[in-house]
């Protein structure tokens, strides 16, 4: 285990230790609706076909299995990506899905391979006149980080964030913490914070809709207030859910990774999100499959669906 690793291990190790221990990290129960079952996916509702891309702006970074894998391959290798998700209607405007990390941070924390994801959208031919909405799946830096830029990048845009993931992020000082402070960056919290009330933010609490095909889910146990999307595609339903899983075995073997707030939220989230769509369309936040399985439609631009 290299400095990085065992760094990196530790901080897992810590967040996993604080849930694990019980601290009053976790507020009341996490969900609002009973979780079905995992199955045959729900059809996704009426509304447009929309392509999924992922942009990959940082990696590949070196871990061991088990930190994206909780429990498994401790001396095994794995690497893992970094990306932001883009959801393109092709005839309308794109719905973006998280920011990555800020250029600052990517240096801070000596994360290779970093190319900020406004200049990958760009490639995609997105810009600030054609987004509205930027989902944020949670407040860890390395998804919400860029924010900043993105606001800029977007005029228009409006975030949607879940009320419990803003108001454990910017409001309560145990986000502040030495062990949860490592993903919780400071500044980017009290940057969100300082756009409530305003056109830029939208707090949304629990599952709802968010255009015409897609639609959004708490999906707790990573973070208190994590939230995945749901799209309408030409394949059927397909899920962005960010690190609802780090791997796409996460789903398959039923294990998440060892960052964890809250783990048997996390497993009622597995079944939640298995319910939405079928495995091969459940796209994870950091495999790097989805860089090397998919089309890439420009440099480090994949078409996933
Ligand atoms: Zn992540």
Redesign the pocket.
């Given at each position: 285990m290299d400095g990085l690793n065992r760094r990196g291990f530790l901080k897992g190790s810590l967040l996993a230790g604080t849930a694990m221990a019980g601290m009053a990290v976790m507020p009341e129960k996490t969900l609002t609706a009973a979780i079905p079952k995992a199955g045959a996916a729900e059809p996704a509702g009426p509304g447009p076909e929309y392509e999924i891309y992922a942009c990959k702006y940082a990696g590949p970074l070196v871990k061991k299995l088990a930190m994206a894998l909780w429990n498994s391959g401790w001396d095994e290798d794995s690497p893992i990506n970094f990306y932001v998700w883009a959801i393109r209607e092709p005839s309308g405007e794109t719905i973006l899905v998280d920011s990555g990390c800020s250029p600052a941070q990517a240096a801070a924390r000596k994360i290779p391979g970093y190319v900020n994801p406004v200049e990958l959208l760009a490639r995609l031919g997105v810009n600030g006149s054609n987004v509205s909405k930027i989902v944020i799946t949670h407040m860890?830096y390395?998804?919400v980080g860029n924010v900043e830029n993105y606001i800029q990048a977007f005029p228009k845009a409006k975030l949607y964030l879940q009320k419990r993931e803003f108001d454990f992020a910017v409001k309560n000082p145990l986000a502040q913490r030495k062990p949860i402070s490592v993903l919780f960056d400071s500044p980017i919290c009290k940057f969100v914070g300082g756009l409530e009330g305003s056109d830029r933010l939208a707090i949304v609490d629990g599952d709802g809709n968010l255009a015409p095909g897609i639609d959004f889910f708490l999906a707790p146990g990573h973070t208190l207030g994590l939230q995945v999307v749901r799209v309408n595609t030409a394949k059927g339903p397909a899920v962005v859910g960010?690190?609802c899983a780090?791997l796409f075995r996460g789903y398959r073997d039923d294990n998440p990774s060892c960052f964890i707030t809250d783990m048997p939220a996390w497993m009622e989230s597995f079944d939640k999100v298995k319910s939405k769509a079928p495995l091969d369309l459940i796209f994870p936040?950091?495999d790097v499959l989805m860089q090397t399985n998919y089309p890439s439609v420009a440099e480090d631009v994949m078409r996933l669906v």
């Open positions: 860890h390395d998804h960010s690190d780090h936040g950091h």
